[in-house]
């Protein structure tokens, strides 16, 4: 069965440093979305993406992040300057059509310190 | 803002047993519903969605909406103690073609 994937499961990163979070969506599925969730917290809206540009973002999205889509299989998200409270569990999502029929990625861990 | 709004539990049924699991929503306009399961330190599965008032079954899952009460709910009959992990509500809102608002999720345990 097709699955999102996402590395690397776990950073540790120092503040104010760069990460970028990859994922490979499923092959035949069109709209991409970043989500996280802090620890014991709610999921958020991060992004989503379509036809090679953001279609929406929350304003959690700030000029702090940013995504990219920079061959056929990978989407990225790229978190600039580290903050302790980026800390958290980043999802790479995918779906077919611009539903909530998501399709999750395991997960990337990113502990900030 | 917009809130889903989910009782955290945890909720604790008897193997075999029928769960109930509520969700409420502020925006009124919102169009799309969903119910993901979260087992912890996993990622959100797709359990179901529903678009319409009424009624949709999926095995044993029957997911339950009230736009005029603003009101969706989640029932699993024959609970196993495999179902033992967090739902969480989704809601697409009006104004939104892409994104979720999430509530918190309630605890589900399911005891033999």
């Known amino acids: 069965e097709p699955e999102v994937t996402q590395t690397p499961s776990h950073q540790v990163t120092q503040m104010g440093q760069e990460v970028i979070l990859r994922c490979v969506p499923i092959?035949?599925?069109?709209?991409f979305y970043w989500y996280r969730q802090i620890l014991g917290q709610k999921v958020e809206f991060l992004v989503s993406f379509y036809n090679n540009e953001i279609s929406e973002k929350s304003e959690i999205f700030d000029d702090q992040f940013s995504v990219e889509r920079p061959d056929g299989s990978n989407f990225t998200l790229k978190i600039r300057s580290t903050k302790l409270e980026d800390s958290a569990m980043y999802f790479c999502?995918?779906?077919?059509?611009?539903?909530?029929?998501?399709?999750f990625g395991e997960g990337s861990r990113l502990t900030v310190l | 803002q917009k809130e889903v709004e989910q009782n955290s539990g945890p909720l604790s049924v008897p193997e075999g047993a029928i769960a109930s699991l509520n969700c409420t929503y502020s925006d009124r306009g919102s169009q799309s519903f969903f119910w993901y399961r979260q087992y912890s330190g996993k990622s959100p599965e797709l359990i179901m969605f529903?678009?319409s008032n009424g009624d949709k079954e999926d095995g044993r899952f029957t997911a339950q909406l009230n736009k005029a009460s603003q009101y969706v709910s989640l029932l699993i009959r024959d609970s196993q103690p495999s179902d033992s992990a967090t739902y969480l509500c989704?809601?697409?809102?009006?104004?939104?073609?892409?994104?979720?608002?999430w509530g918190a999720g309630t605890k589900l345990i399911i005891k033999p």
């Open positions: 092959s035949n599925h069109l709209y």
């Open positions: 999502a995918s779906s077919r059509a611009p539903t909530g029929e998501l399709f």
């Open positions: 529903i678009y």
């Open positions: 989704a809601v697409n809102p009006m104004d939104s073609n892409y994104q979720l608002i």
